[in-house]
């Protein structure tokens, strides 16, 4: 199953609203994850199972989709959201394939 | 409070070997699957192998497969990925990951990552 991810790269000011899509190859119900990575540090769980939020995430990110789109958005965002953002499907086992990444920065 | 700590990695010639070590804590380290997941310099996550919780059943990316292989210890709760006849385009961070299946939704994830250790193959 592969993962295609667009944008690639965007600017954004914070306060904006920001969505990323994430689309897979072939349907794969619910299991979609997304990862926050900053530069030098390991990726972070944000949301699983497409639209529910890891423990600790704040509720301005919410994620949705099922089947073969799915989207991530950042209500408004934080200095601290400036990172790049990966889609993961968990669906077909193994291997549980990466979309390429949407790196976010600041306008 | 788990944690996961990778270790191995260093400057390796082409066609050399390593083996990466994951020690694992702050949970029942052999209730878990368990993955590697690797990220060249500058470049995207790369899924690299896999292992069951009893370490019955792997899994390796075409990537790799024939030259690395995964293992794991649960009596020391350790993850391990040893290495060989490695390329220069098996450069990267190497993270070990936990998976968690979340009953409610029965959905699998990676929970908790390393904090990564840098491969390097150069002559």
């Known amino acids: 199953i592969q993962l295609t991810q667009s944008p690639s790269s965007l600017s954004a000011s914070v306060g904006d609203r920001v969505t990323i899509t994430c689309r897979a190859s072939?349907?794969?119900?619910?299991?979609l994850a997304w990862y926050q990575q900053k530069p030098g540090k390991a990726p972070k769980l944000l949301i699983y199972?497409?639209?529910t939020l890891q423990s600790g995430v704040p509720s301005r990110f919410s994620g949705s989709g099922s089947g073969t789109d799915f989207t991530l958005t950042i209500s408004s965002l934080q200095p601290e959201d400036f990172a790049t953002y990966y889609c993961q499907q968990l669906n077909s086992y193994p291997p549980f394939t990466f979309g390429p990444g949407t790196k976010v920065d600041i306008k | 409070e788990v944690q996961l700590v990778e270790s191995g990695g260093g400057l390796v010639q082409p066609g050399g070997s390593l083996r990466l070590s994951c020690s694992a804590s702050?949970?029942?380290?052999?209730?878990?699957?368990m993955h590697w997941v690797r990220q060249a310099p500058g470049k995207g996550l790369e899924y690299v192998s896999a292992i069951s919780s009893n370490g019955g059943s792997t899994y390796y990316a075409d990537s790799v497969k024939g030259r690395f292989t995964i293992s794991r210890d649960n009596s020391k709760n350790t993850l391990y990925l040893q290495m060989s006849s490695l390329r220069a385009e098996d450069t990267a961070v190497y993270y070990c990951v936990r998976e968690d299946i979340v009953v409610v939704v029965a959905a699998p994830t990676f929970d908790y990552w390393g904090q990564g250790t840098l491969v390097t193959v150069s002559s």
């Open positions: 072939q349907g794969i119900s619910s299991y």
């Open positions: 199972a497409a639209s």
């Open positions: 702050g949970f029942t380290f052999s209730s878990y699957a």
